[in-house]
């Protein structure tokens, strides 16, 4: 049974640095057939995707995030990881980490299964 | 704003059929395939429908999926009480160049 399990500080400050881990068990980031995502639900708003990383490294980014967002991985730890920086209060919410399944010849991903979200509070 | 547009709530009584539509445009549903998600009280979302009408092992044919044009939809019949729960629309959109995903349906039973 695949689970993943986010972790980090719930709270950060204005303009500062917020920081996830996302530790996946029962799978291997090693062997590429998925991609790994960060997916978040800001408060009082809907979900909103942030991008995905792949094994080797390769990353891709929602563009609304204005570059702020970095993604990493750690194969050896099988564990990937998100940088938000100069985050503001409309960054609260809840953070899920997420495997990406896809099938290219159909243009099709979607996301499972997902961690169980960790929340974030942006406050001095 | 949410760019797939879903109703905020639908209710039925048990055994009932429920239909929970998502709006979007050309550059979304319109181009790509739709996926729905599950999130019961409490919980982690949960794929429900992926690729307009595929369901993931362990979802019961309650549950399913259709497109047409910039819409689509998620039917459940035979409602349960364990239906309670947030239901979400996601697609890609290609002007946006990212998924994007419905405000959420809350389904209720009666």
């Known amino acids: 049974q695949v689970q993943l399990q986010e972790s980090g500080p719930g709270l950060a400050k204005p303009s500062q640095t917020l920081s996830l881990a996302c530790t996946v068990s029962g799978d291997s980031i090693n062997s590429g057939r998925h991609y790994w995502s960060w997916i978040r639900q800001p408060a009082g708003k809907g979900l909103e995707w942030i991008g995905r990383?792949?094994?080797?490294?390769?990353?891709y980014y929602n563009p609304s995030l204005n570059s702020r967002a970095a993604i990493s991985v750690d194969t050896s730890k099988n564990q990937f990881s998100l940088r938000l920086i100069s985050v503001t209060a409309a960054d609260t919410g809840i953070y899920y980490c997420a495997r990406e399944s896809y099938v290219s010849a159909a243009g099709s991903n979607w996301f499972d299964p997902w961690g169980q979200g960790t929340l974030v509070t942006v406050s001095s | 704003q949410s760019v797939l547009t879903q109703p905020p709530s639908a209710s039925g009584a048990p055994g009932q059929r429920v239909t929970i539509s998502c709006s979007g445009s050309?550059?979304?549903?319109?181009?790509?395939?739709v996926n729905w998600y599950q999130r019961l009280p409490g919980a982690a979302p949960t794929v429900l429908i992926y690729s307009i009408n595929q369901r993931p092992s362990g979802v019961p044919d309650r549950f399913s999926g259709s497109k047409s044009g910039t819409s689509a939809s998620l039917a459940i019949s035979g409602l349960q009480s364990e239906d309670e729960a947030d239901y979400y629309c996601?697609?890609?959109?290609?002007?946006?160049?990212?998924?994007?995903f419905g405000g959420g349906t809350k389904v209720t039973v009666l």
């Open positions: 990383v792949y094994k080797s490294g390769k990353t």
């Open positions: 996601a697609s890609w959109d290609d002007n946006l160049h990212a998924q994007v």
């Open positions: 050309s550059s979304n549903i319109g181009t790509n395939t």
